[in-house]
């Protein structure tokens, strides 16, 4: 066996990687905890308060309620998008000019900005002016998302699935192209029907994508803030303000520092709990094979 | 099992097809006959996919018919003809076990779970996987998931046709002869029309009672292994098959005597005087070096096969091959060949001409 050299010399080389990430990651996040466990009265002056604020958190009812309308809001898009993209992209063309065509006016939404996004949907919406709010008033519908809550819910939802359904879209349609045509060809010889072909060739080959795909969704979701706080700014009343929403309102409104803090943890904690129980189980399910 | 009749049958993969350049497959007329065991042989691109693909009904053909048992399925979908096709590479339910694969044409017809059952069962000792029936079948090597495609294709007993497309190619060459020795004996036993698409001439000739030649979209010549040896009717068919090749001699040929260079050629039969592009061909086995008779050459390079020598040599500038027997030595005086008149065909334009006077090397 060769000795392998010692050079303790060689961790000046991880160096910059470390105080990289010291900044961008590690020294945000210690100063978050540094006031979840604080409190002050202005002044600079800060006082322990230990896990009074966590506690404090855990038994307010209005982070239960952001929580609660956050796994609403989640739900309710993958239910929605997941499906919807995997619709889209089976139908889509496979190949030639209205494939790519397709494939651009499928991005352009992706490439609008929260904001944009957020004051388009705001100015559609609106009664008076708006194209789809006019329309719906002019129909007799009932329809005023700043002062009704179902208003209010489904033009978040209907917003978030304009703008993001499209990457669902594109994931299963990469998953889709990547099926060689043999496969289609064995099911014609088998007889297969479409039901079969989806759920034994093509569902199999576009899981790994799937997962991916539902997975951003529900992170990104989870963490929504510019376009719903754009169209309802969290109303009416609390009926759309979801957690982000809430935390700021909590962390810039009243500039209750010590509770945002910990309520911030909190959050990033369920985040990657959710995440990663949703990761382990598709991986589990995915190696028996769905 | 059905007769297979093509008739008239050509495709275009361009939409107008003007010029004979543009048919992928040109015109063709021919019966597969019932419980026939062919092979498709030609290299890449020759057309024989296309040929298999319209077949199965995966393609529809620009032009012509095909008929099972007289009934005209061209445009009958894929399902309906009851045909059994294998790809190139492995096509399996990934997320389904092995006897869920092998079942699935089965089930998808219908079949009661009993029967099922016992076919799988049946299919799974043929192809030697009776003990991964309930294995996934993802992660299975590529010549286990190759066996369940084959698998999956002979578990219908009742099919049209079994058609195989290069189906060995992703196989380790041991496997390669245990399946097709296994196709063989189904074949035997079942006696299913058999259309099996391949570039290999070992396997085309060890599989098929009668091997389809195809050569640019077309097909060359259709006949037993031995037809394709002794009388290739085209210079591809003499060029693709045997190892090396049939040597193909630009010459004049007058009657039963052929010009090479000046030198006389006897040929044993007459041919008249053909025009265009005359060539004679001989296979490398039925030359014969030697010292003082015959054509002069220049023996270039001598390789041992084994059980036969390869001589490389130069006729006027030309390569030929020569195969000599272990035995036969090979000296440095021995600068002249000769040639076995019965053995040499002689092709106009690529064609093999039939001898006006057919005494040896018969008409084909």
Known sequence: MQQKTTNQKAWFLVLPVLILVAFSAVIPLMTVVNYSVQDTFGNNQFFWAGLEWFEDM???????????????????????????????ALNMPKSGVWSSFCLVVMSLPLLIPWNVVGTIWQIFGRVD?????????????????????????????????????????????????????????????????????FRYIELPKMAGVLMIA????????????????????????????????????????????????????????????????????????????? | MARITLDNLAHSY????????DFALKELNYDWEDGGAYALLGSSGCGKSTLLNIISGLLMPSQG??????????????AERNIAQVFQFPVVYDTM?????????????????????????????????????????????????????????????????????EPLTVIDPHMKWELRTQLKKLHHDFGHTMIYV????????????????????????????????????????????????????????????????????????????????????????????????????TVRRVEDAGRHKIIRAALFGQDINIIASEDDPVRADMNRVTFDPARINVYADDWRLAPLSGVAGGAA
Request: glycine share 10%; with cysteine.
């Open chain 2, 65 to 78: 018919r095909i008929l099972f048992d007289g009934r005209d399925v061209t445009h009958a979908p894929t």
């Open chain 2, 14 to 21: 361009a939409p107008n097809p003007t010029s004979a350049a």
């Open chain 1, 129 to 197: 002016i708006g194209l789809l709010g006019a329309t719906l008033a002019a129909l007799g519908i009932d329809y005023n998302y700043t002062q009704d809550t179902v208003s209010a819910w489904v033009t978040i939802i209907v917003m978030d699935v304009w703008h993001w359904t499209s990457l669902v879209a594109l994931l299963a349609f990469a998953g889709l192209k990547s099926i060689p045509d043999a496969y289609y060809q064995a099911a014609r010889i088998d007889q297969a029907n479409r039901w079969a072909v």
């Open chain 1, 58 to 88: 855990l038994g307010d009812e209005r982070m239960w309620n952001a929580l609660q309308r956050q796994l609403l809001f989640s739900g309710i898009i993958l239910a929605i998008e997941v499906p919807l993209g995997i619709f889209v």
């Open chain 2, 97 to 165: 076990s092995v006897h869920d694969n092998l079942a699935f044409p089965l089930r998808n017809r219908g079949r009661d779970e009993a029967y099922v059952a016992q076919r799988v069962q049946d299919i799974a000792r043929m192809i030697g996987m009776e003990d991964m029936l309930h294995k996934k079948a993802r992660g299975l090597s590529a010549d286990a998931k190759q066996k369940i495609s084959l698998g999956r294709g002979m578990v219908r007993k009742d099919v049209n046709a079994l058609l195989f497309d």
């Open chain 2, 198 to 297: 391949t570039h290999d001439q070992t396997e085309a000739l060890t599989f098929a009672d009668k091997v389809v030649v195809m050569y640019d979209g077309r097909v060359v010549q259709i006949g037993t292994p031995e037809d394709l040896f002794e009388r290739p009717a085209h210079t591809f068919v003499g060029y693709f098959i045997g190892s090396p090749g049939m040597n193909v001699i630009p010459a004049r040929v007058e009657g039963a005597t052929a010009h090479i260079h000046g030198c006389a050629l006897d040929l044993g039969a007459g041919y008249g005087t053909p025009s265009g592009k005359v060539e004679i061909g001989v296979r490398p086995e039925f030359l014969r070096l030697s010292a003082g008779e015959g054509l002069p050459v």
């Open chain 1, 214 to 290: 539902i997975l951003l969704r529900f992170m990104d979701s989870f963490m929504i803030y510019t376009e719903p706080f754009v169209v309802t700014g969290g109303g009416p009343g609390n009926a759309t303000t979801l957690l982000s929403i809430d935390l700021v309102k909590m962390a810039l409104g009243q500039f209750d520092l010590g509770p945002a803090a910990a309520f911030s943890l909190m959050y990033f904690l369920v985040i990657l709990l959710i995440s990663w129980v949703f990761y382990t189980v598709m991986v589990n399910l995915d190696k028996k094979g769905l």
